[in-house]
């Protein structure tokens, strides 16, 4: 079974600041994909960024980016010019290959980020 | 498109009534999922389909949840009869056949039995 692993509950960062969030994961399995998602106050889950285990480059999407370690199993968010929209929970999640078929997204239990002014 | 749509939006109702939750996923996409969110458990898949099969139903916590998918364009999650502890943000997912384009959520409807 794999596991996805959020150890930073709460983090706070001024506006226009950079900040990092953190994920680590456990599995066996070789491809897979990792994604963030973004859930601010209204509740609605967001998909940030994606990232193919199999490809070494660094997912970015605009002002997101990721460090993906994958001999560290480790997935980290990266946040530029943080703005007061990027308040909300982020949740790291991982899903198997499968053959490249949808199967199940794995969630670690997010972080609560902050912009603050 | 509109996106994945749930609905009730908020649903409040007395223990032991039965409660269904109804989902409507892209057009066209081969999958969809049911997950609940509590503040204790996190994100936990309760079951998902694959082209209106049942794939994985081992996230379904007891008897009294049941998950239907009758066609393509709709689903439903029932609970009977509910109990305080079912209250929870339920979500609904669905995603095309590739996992790489992660899923799309909708909403989410918010449960709460009293």
């Known amino acids: 079974a794999q596991t996805v692993t959020q150890s930073q509950p709460e983090m706070s960062v001024q506006e226009a600041e950079t900040v990092t969030l953190s994920c680590t994961y456990d599995t066996s399995e070789n491809n897979y994909y990792l994604f963030w998602y973004k859930q601010p106050p209204s509740r609605q889950m967001i998909l940030v960024i994606r990232?193919?285990?199999?490809?070494?480059q660094n997912a970015t999407e605009n002002r997101f980016s990721v460090n993906f370690q994958k001999a560290a199993k480790s997935f980290s968010l990266k946040i530029s010019d943080s703005q007061l929209g990027d308040t909300a929970m982020y949740f790291c999640a991982f899903m198997k290959h499968g053959g490249g078929t949808a199967s199940k997204l794995t969630f670690g239990t997010g972080t609560r980020l902050q912009v603050t002014l | 498109d509109a996106g994945v749509i749930q609905s009730p939006r908020h649903e409040v109702t007395e223990m032991g009534q039965e409660v269904t939750l109804r989902c409507k996923p892209i057009s066209g996409h081969d999958y969809l999922f049911w997950y609940r969110q509590t503040m204790m458990r996190g994100l936990e898949l309760l079951i998902y389909?694959?082209?209106?099969?049942?794939?994985?139903d081992s996230g379904m916590p007891e008897d009294r949840f049941s998950a239907k998918m009758p066609n393509a364009s709709f689903s439903t999650l029932k609970i009977q009869p509910s109990e305080p502890r079912d209250s929870a943000v339920y979500f609904c997912?669905?995603?095309?056949?590739?996992?790489?384009?992660?899923?799309?959520f909708g909403s989410g409807t918010r449960l709460t039995v009293v």
């Open positions: 997912a669905s995603s095309p056949f590739t996992g790489f384009y992660g899923y799309t």
């Open positions: 990232q193919e285990a199999y490809k070494q």
């Open positions: 389909f694959n082209n209106n099969v049942p794939i994985d």
